[in-house]
C-alpha cells in the first residue's frame, strides 16, 4: 500500500488537485489497515495450527471480507438503519478513512469511531489469543509423524 501511494502526489500535481490538511491523516489510516492485518493473521495463524482446516476456509472469508468492505461501492449505499452493524467490519473505517483524507469524500465520524474500536479489539484479542494458544504450537506434532524421534541425549 505504501508504494502505492508513491505516484500519488505526482498525480495530484498532473490533474491540478491539491491535497488538504487532511492527507497528513494517511499514516493513522495506514496503522490501521495493518493493525487489521496483523490482528487478523495472528487469529488465522493460530486457529490454523489448531484446526487444519482454517487454511481452507481463509481465501473464502478473504472474498467475503472483500464485498464487505466499501472498496467498489461507497459505504453511503449502505441504508441507515445498518450503518452501525456494518460499521464492526475494521476495514470500513480504513478505507472510508483514506477516502476522506484523498479524495475529501465526507465521512461519519460515528462510523469511523466504531470501526476503529473494532480494529483495535481485533488487534489486541488477536495478539492475546495467538500468546495463549503458541504454548501448545510445538506439542501439536510431537509423537502424530511415525518420522518424528526426539534425540537421545548422548553422554
Not at 92 to 102: K, M, S
Request: charged fraction near 10%.
Amino acid at each position: 500500500m505504501g508504494l502505492a501511494l508513491v505516484p500519488v502526489p505526482v498525480l495530484w500535481w498532473l490533474y491540478g488537485h491539491l491535497p488538504s490538511w487532511r492527507a497528513l491523516t494517511l499514516p493513522m489510516w495506514l496503522v490501521l489497515a495493518v493493525a487489521a492485518t496483523l490482528g487478523t493473521g495472528a487469529w488465522l495463524s493460530a486457529l490454523n495450527v489448531q484446526y487444519r482446516d482454517v487454511r481452507h476456509l481463509v481465501p473464502f472469508l478473504v472474498q467475503v471480507w472483500f464485498f464487505a468492505t466499501p472498496v467498489v461501492y461507497p459505504g453511503s449505499l449502505v441504508p441507515l438503519p445498518w450503518r452501525y452493524l456494518y460499521a464492526l467490519n475494521p476495514m470500513v473505517g480504513v478505507v472510508e478513512g483514506f477516502r476522506w483524507a484523498l479524495v475529501n469524500v465526507p465521512s461519519e465520524i460515528s462510523v469511523l469511531a466504531i470501526s476503529t474500536g473494532t480494529n483495535l479489539f481485533l488487534l489486541v484479542s488477536g495478539v492475546l489469543y495467538f500468546r495463549h494458544a503458541e504454548r501448545t504450537f510445538c506439542r501439536r506434532g510431537v509423537g502424530k509423524r511415525p518420522w518424528y524421534r526426539p534425540l537421545k541425549p548422548t553422554i
